[in-house]
């Protein structure tokens, strides 16, 4: 069975930093890419960044831009989000997903896995 697993959310008060982890199972994913999402309460899901198979290319959206690095370990088969500056607006559930290419084509999807979510909480 294929499953992306998320740990490392948490709370942390504004300014601070947390490291998400998407452990993978049931299959390799160091050539798939992958994304990070977040959905907070009453919004749609947003992608917050996106890494190809080979790491050379990454997406990153404008709220998280030079905060955030999103980086995989292939031979653990793990993907990162580390988040630094935290800021309250960044309080959100955050997913990781696996697209079944390999290229950072279409960093918004569509995602063939969805790992179950893991809330991370910024207070000010």
């Known amino acids: 069975q294929v499953q992306l697993v998320e740990s490392g959310g948490g709370l942390v008060q504004a300014g601070g930093s947390l490291r998400l982890s998407c452990a993978a199972s049931?299959?390799?994913?160091?050539?798939?890419?992958i994304g990070w999402f977040r959905q907070a309460p009453g919004k749609d899901r947003e992608l917050v960044a996106a890494?190809?198979?080979?790491?050379?290319?990454?997406y990153y959206s404008d709220s998280v831009k030079g905060r955030f690095t999103i980086s995989r370990d292939n031979p653990q088969n793990t993907m990162y989000l580390t988040m630094n500056s935290l800021k309250p607006e960044d309080t959100a559930v955050y997913f990781c997903?696996?697209?079944?290419?390999?290229?950072?084509?279409?960093?918004?999807?569509?995602?063939?896995?969805w790992g179950q979510g893991t809330q991370v909480t910024v207070s000010s």
């Open positions: 997903a696996a697209q079944r290419t390999s290229l950072l084509i279409a960093p918004r999807g569509p995602y063939d896995y």
């Open positions: 890494i190809s198979g080979s790491s050379s290319s990454t």
């Open positions: 049931g299959r390799t994913f160091s050539r798939n890419v």
